[in-house]
């Protein structure tokens, strides 16, 4: 009997020690880029920037990331960000009745000097002058302001998002 014990108890620990590692990479954070999730088509969905083309003219727009879809058929096949970001590097040209769509969602953006000028001289003192450590805007802005805030920022990979209670606009998938 005592020959017996000796391998049974190195078989539980054996397996013990398997449980545990098992245990262990299954409970391994992986961490996920903002970029390769899907789209969100939800209300208050995170903001993109591209550019259009309407009859020899080129605008900066700003929308939902939910309305790229009905906007440019090209993306529509798209379901991940890093698919629809990289292809909202290009200029899309537009018919009339896109470009009216656009025009009702008032998604145009004018240059704001005074960002401008704030965001070329420094980019983290920029962002750390306008918002909190969780991201929120310290202050209301206009809605041009806004715009054109998101404009720029989604260039450099930091998206923007409103939140549903009191609108205030926050950075979601902040990648440095």
């Known amino acids: ?13 054996l397996l ?3 449980v545990f590692f098992v245990f262990c990479i299954s409970c391994k954070e992986q961490k996920i880029s903002y970029q390769s999730l899907p ?8 903001y993109v ?7 020899d003219s080129i605008y900066p ?3 939902e990331e ?11 096949e798209m379901k991940y960000r890093d698919l629809v970001f990289s292809a909202l590097n290009d200029t899309f040209p537009v ?9 009702k969602e008032e998604a145009f953006v004018k240059p704001i000097p005074w960002i401008k000028n704030s965001y070329d001289s420094g980019k983290d003192n920029f962002i750390r002058a306008l918002f909190d450590d969780e991201g929120y805007l310290k202050q209301y802005y206009s809605y041009e302001e806004n715009k054109y805030l998101i404009y720029l920022l989604f260039y450099d990979n930091i998206y923007m998002k409103q939140r549903q209670e009191d609108g205030a606009f926050y950075i979601v998938g902040c990648s440095k």
């Open 66 to 76: 939910g309305s790229i879809f009905y906007c440019f058929p090209k993306i529509a």
């Open 61 to 63: 727009i700003v929308i």
């Open 49 to 55: 920037a591209t550019t259009i083309e309407y009859k």
């Open 95 to 103: 018919n009339d009745s896109i470009f009216n769509k656009i025009k």
């Open 39 to 46: 789209i969100d088509n939800n209300w208050f969905s995170p």
């Open 1 to 13: 009997m005592q020959e017996l014990k000796y391998p049974k108890i190195c078989w539980n620990s």
């Open 16 to 18: 013990l020690l398997i």
